[in-house]
């Protein structure tokens, strides 16, 4: 058994992937999975593969992302959730937060900082 966190991004916005899989890809402890844009695709990944934890890019459509993190967090609780954002206002962070999402990282991100949010829901 693998001591790796299993991770996917869901990101709809593909000219931020570069950005996001950087430093998720940086992190020794985890595994990079894959990557998807949609809710059907998602599924899928759940369905047909071992995830410990999803980062959600809320940008640039957060209502429609955490539709999708109410739905994760709801049918897998056992799966950690981290969001990433570049709105950093109060509403912007809490309304992830309270459909599911365990920590919050700001965009950009920061190394150190994403690290210890994985290391806080590992």
Request: with cysteine; aromatic share 6%; glycine share 2%.
């Amino acid at each position: 058994m693998s001591n790796l966190l299993h991770v996917c991004l869901y990101n709809a916005d593909a000219e931020a992937s570069r950005d996001l899989e950087t430093p998720i890809r940086a992190l020794n402890f985890v595994r990079f999975v894959a990557e998807v844009g949609h809710p059907e695709a998602l599924a899928e990944l759940l369905r047909d593969t071992e995830i410990n934890l999803i980062f959600f890019h809320l940008d640039p459509d957060p209502e429609a992302v955490v539709e999708v993190i109410e739905q994760v967090a709801t049918r897998f609780p056992e799966i950690a959730l981290i969001a990433i954002s570049a709105q950093t206002d109060p509403a912007g962070i809490l309304a992830p937060m309270r459909a599911g999402c365990d920590q919050f990282v700001c965009k950009p991100i920061d190394p150190p900082d994403l690290a210890s949010a994985v290391s806080r829901v590992a």
